[in-house]
């Protein structure tokens, strides 16, 4: 049997995920001196409260350590499965993934006879979704592994990413995101950035606005400036803490593409922890 696993951080969870015939990966995170690992939530009352503190900001997220991926993975492996892990782009992780691609490498020289791969989809959030979602209906259709890694490199780099944030601040003192928030200092923090992460997985700041409105609305305009036209994109609207201002941009998209084209949906928690508070993101690629 063949497990398919997507990244804690690609926004998808619950029944959705099983829908898609998905697992999720772990990720680990800490609140005061208490650190677990997180794979879902146990009810509706446990994500009330994991959102509560989440705006609060009282979680961090914890790398896992090599020994806690390859532990969890060449257990799906001893159990008789061949694993296919869709991770977001691994330049996003703390140590650029170093980690995780060795512990791909030294499952499949341990265990010969199965099959471990790990896929950077060199996206993030509803894209890393996406891919892992297709692959796994084509998979489904033909029952050829192989056939369905093909189509996912098809799918990689098709993928953008564009991030408006009401904190600056926040970002600064998130483990994964500081790095590009470097430049970011004095007056700068009282800015709303736009970041972005490419088509290659790279991240970096893109734009900056004075209110956290006016970043959403530079999300739509960000498209139309770089020449691209809209009616050719598929979109995707993630927000945390910003229903109005996601809304709001959706209906703005909807006066072009057809519903079909575009999706308004939440963001994974796990990812409202990384952003550290309000937040819309819009994720598109050209349709297939």
């Given at each position: 049997?063949v497990k398919f696993y997507v990244d804690a951080y690609a926004d998808m969870f619950g029944q959705e995920l099983?829908?898609?015939?998905?697992?999720?990966?772990?990720?680990?995170?800490?609140?005061?001196?208490?650190?677990?690992?997180?794979?879902?939530?146990?009810?509706?009352?446990?994500?009330q409260d994991f959102d509560r503190d989440i705006k609060a900001q009282k979680y961090q997220i914890v790398p896992?350590?090599?020994?806690?991926?390859?532990?969890?993975?060449?257990?799906?492996?001893?159990?008789?499965?061949?694993?296919?892990?869709?991770?977001?782009?691994?330049?996003?992780?703390?140590?650029?993934?170093?980690?995780?691609?060795?512990?791909?490498?030294?499952?499949?020289?341990?265990?010969?006879?199965?099959?471990?791969?790990?896929?950077?989809?060199?996206?993030?959030?509803?894209?890393?979704?996406?891919?892992?979602?297709?692959?796994?209906?084509?998979?489904?259709?033909?029952?050829?592994?192989?056939?369905?890694?093909?189509?996912?490199?098809?799918?990689?780099?098709?993928?953008?990413?564009?991030?408006?944030?009401?904190?600056?601040?926040?970002?600064?003192?998130?483990?994964?995101?500081?790095?590009?928030?470097?430049?970011?200092?004095?007056?700068?923090?009282?800015?709303?950035?736009?970041?972005?992460?490419?088509?290659?997985?790279?991240?970096?700041?893109?734009?900056?606005?004075?209110?956290?409105?006016?970043?959403?609305?530079?999300?739509?305009?960000?498209?139309?400036?770089?020449?691209?036209?809209?009616?050719?994109?598929?979109?995707?609207?993630?927000?945390?803490?910003?229903?109005?201002?996601?809304?709001?941009?959706?209906?703005?998209?909807r006066e072009v593409v057809n519903e079909n084209e575009i999706r308004l949906v939440p963001l994974s928690l796990?990812?409202?922890?990384?952003?550290?508070?309000?937040?819309?993101?819009?994720?598109?690629?050209?349709?297939?």
């Amino acid at each position: 049997m063949v497990k398919f696993y997507v990244d804690a951080y690609a926004d998808m969870f619950g029944q959705e995920l099983a829908d898609c015939g998905l697992e999720l990966a772990p990720s680990k995170i800490k609140k005061g001196r208490s650190t677990s690992i997180f794979s879902g939530y146990d009810s509706k009352t446990s994500q009330q409260d994991f959102d509560r503190d989440i705006k609060a900001q009282k979680y961090q997220i914890v790398p896992l350590t090599y020994q806690e991926w390859y532990d969890f993975f060449e257990k799906e492996i001893l159990d008789g499965n061949d694993v296919v892990y869709f991770s977001i782009s691994t330049k996003l992780f703390m140590d650029k993934g170093v980690a995780i691609k060795k512990v791909f490498k030294d499952l499949n020289k341990k265990h010969p006879k199965c099959t471990a791969v790990l896929v950077d989809t060199h996206t993030v959030s509803r894209g890393t979704s996406e891919i892992a979602t297709l692959t796994k209906v084509v998979f489904d259709k033909e029952g050829n592994l192989d056939e369905a890694l093909d189509f996912a490199d098809a799918l990689i780099g098709k993928f953008v990413s564009v991030i408006a944030v009401d904190s600056a601040d926040s970002l600064k003192n998130s483990p994964v995101l500081n790095v590009a928030m470097q430049n970011f200092t004095g007056a700068s923090i009282n800015v709303k950035p736009i970041i972005s992460i490419d088509t290659d997985g790279n991240f970096k700041v893109l734009d900056k606005t004075k209110t956290f409105k006016s970043a959403v609305s530079k999300l739509y305009s960000n498209v139309k400036e770089n020449g691209l036209n809209i009616a050719d994109y598929t979109f995707s609207i993630v927000s945390f803490n910003a229903d109005a201002e996601a809304q709001s941009l959706y209906n703005k998209f909807r006066e072009v593409v057809n519903e079909n084209e575009i999706r308004l949906v939440p963001l994974s928690l796990n990812n409202a922890i990384l952003v550290g508070g309000k937040c819309v993101a819009l994720t598109f690629h050209s349709k297939y």
